[in-house]
């Protein structure tokens, strides 16, 4: 299993500021993800975060919006840019890592963001 | 569109008897199907799955049951306790892409 943190843990700001998540894994992994869960909505995936190259996004996710950082395969970083309040939510960070059947995800305990 | 649904919201289930959690899905290419538990403040924890090519796993008092026709799934918890008061996410798995549904909460009563 992987040991998961996520900083801050939750954070109340301001429409048009931005904020950075971080996430840090107790081992290296390959795969590592975001997620976002709005109240009363299932968890999406926004993106993959790959080591050494840029993000893989999801259908209505860009770049601009939410920048990711992958320095290595401990860590990563999720920015929500320029925010709204239909961005409060619950950001999750997950890994991946080789189970018996089949590859497990193991997830963060989550940065709870409320946009004013 | 919502490929994989859970439609009851909440669940209320006496300690000790049986918990059955029900998750539809509409396509049929998934080839796994896993289910997620949440404690609030926490990730969700893997908690079982199963390949699209069996109908049944069972793992300690947890089951899962796949009805491919009916595209339908469902965990059986039994015997229910209190530490399963939670959130249960149903999910499934294409081309290494997991999708949720809304989950369901469930709650033990004493």
């Known amino acids: 299993s992987a040991v998961i943190s996520q900083k801050p843990s939750r954070d109340i700001c301001q429409r048009g500021t931005s904020l950075t998540i971080q996430c840090q894994v107790d081992s290296q992994v390959t795969m590592m993800f975001w997620y976002r869960q709005q109240p009363g909505q299932s968890l999406t995936l926004i993106a993959t975060a790959n080591q050494g190259s840029e993000a893989t996004y999801e259908s209505g996710f860009v770049i601009d919006k939410f920048p990711i950082s992958r320095p290595n395969l401990t860590f990563s970083t999720l920015t929500v840019s320029n925010m709204s309040p239909e961005d409060s939510s619950i950001y999750l960070c997950?890994?991946?890592?080789?189970?018996?059947?089949?590859?497990?995800?193991?997830f963060g305990p989550g940065t709870r963001l409320t946009v004013l | 569109d919502q490929q994989v649904k859970q439609n009851s919201p909440s669940l209320s289930v006496q300690e000790g008897r049986i918990s059955i959690l029900n998750c539809d899905y509409t396509n049929s290419m998934f080839d796994y199907f896993l289910w997620y538990k949440k404690y609030p403040a926490e990730g969700p924890t893997f908690l079982i799955s199963?390949?699209?090519?069996?109908d049944k796993n069972e793992d300690g008092r947890f089951t899962v049951f796949l009805n491919k026709s009916a595209k339908h799934l469902s965990l059986h918890i039994v015997p229910s306790q209190p530490g399963d008061s939670a959130v249960y996410f149903c999910?499934?798995?294409?081309?290494?892409?997991?999708?949720f549904g809304k989950g369901t909460r469930l709650h033990i009563l004493p």
């Open positions: 199963i390949s699209s090519i069996k």
């Open positions: 999910a499934a798995s294409k081309d290494d892409k997991i999708i």
């Open positions: 997950s890994v991946e890592m080789l189970g018996r059947e089949y590859n497990e995800q193991f």
